[in-house]
């Protein structure tokens, strides 16, 4: 048996990093229906957006990705020099918890998109605030990622983070499945939006279920630049044990990352995965 590929399969089981052989041409070609382009059809997306059913973390390989939300991957930035503070706590700590001991060595959100955050509610001035959550971007190609790894201005970012080269981050990769099974019965596992959470235009999906309608709408166009813009906000903290892959640039990251977690009992994969640390354009 093959290593897990970097979407966590065993073997060959990934049609993505283990593509199956091109079929070999009949003297009769078979008809087929045209590839899907990357462009937006207008009658797909619409047809997607009806489906009302609640979150399912099933498995079966036939259905479509809108019908196993529960597979949606979830990434959490931080820098490398944050994990032993998180590994320390066993934890991913929302920015307003009390249960803070030491604050990261490398904040990457600049002290007004902290104030921001602080400030933004998610349903009313009485919920909880956006800096109530621990967040996570929808894609490893989120647009404020994309402003660090471009090194292009961006006022959410800090100094360090904008100074900071994109090999020194590290990517804590968990899925929907995973923080619902760990909610338990919690009222609101997490709260989902179309955009910066801190915008005032931006949309909330703030209970279970508009959460899960919000869900599937972004991923019924999961190259659109609205799911690049979304965020997974999960109330409070995260455990550590949710993590179930950390994405690295390069294999002297990955020799860093690996000795960190030897002394954990919760060992996550660590993944070389270039891609998701290269600006848009050079992928």
């Given amino acids: 048996m093959n290593e897990e590929c970097i979407h966590g ?7 993505l990093c283990f593509p199956p052989a091109a079929p070999v041409a009949s003297t009769v070609p078979a008809v087929r229906a045209p590839r899907a382009s990357r462009a937006r059809t207008p009658e797909a997306p619409t047809a997607l957006r009806t489906i009302a059913a609640p979150i399912t973390t099933g498995t079966a390989k036939t259905k479509r990705h809108d019908d ?20 320390a706590t066993g934890r991913l700590l929302a920015d307003s918890s009390e249960d803070w001991e030491t604050r990261p060595v490398v904040d990457i959100s600049s002290p007004a998109n902290r104030d921001a955050r602080r400030d933004a509610r998610v349903s009313g001035p009485d919920s909880l605030a956006v800096a109530d959550h621990v967040p996570f971007f929808l894609s490893p190609n989120a647009l404020v990622w994309e402003n660090i790894r471009a090194q292009s201005l961006d006022p959410r970012l800090s100094d360090d983070a904008h100074d900071a080269a994109a090999f020194d981050f590290v990517i804590l990769v968990s899925t929907v499945k995973k923080v619902l099974d760990a909610a ?3 009222e609101t596992p997490f709260a989902v939006t179309d955009g910066d959470a801190a915008f005032a235009s931006t949309r909330f999906g703030s209970t ?20 690049l813009k979304a965020e997974l906000l999960v109330p409070g903290e995260v455990p ?5 892959l950390i994405g690295v640039a390069n294999d002297r990251v990955r020799d860093a990352v690996k000795p960190i977690l030897a002394t954990l009992s919760h060992k996550p994969k660590v993944a070389v995965y270039p891609p998701w640390f290269h600006p848009t354009e050079e992928i």
């Fill in 208 to 227: 279970t279920d508009s959460a899960d309608r919000l869900l599937r709408t972004l991923r019924a166009d999961l190259d659109s630049d609205t799911i």
């Fill in 184 to 186: 338990d019965d919690a």
């Fill in 240 to 244: 550590f044990g949710l993590i179930t």
């Fill in 9 to 15: 399969l065993d073997g060959e089981l990934c049609a």
């Fill in 68 to 87: 196993n939300v529960g597979e949606q991957r979830i990434y959490h930035l931080t820098h490398i020099r944050n994990l032993p503070g998180i590994l």
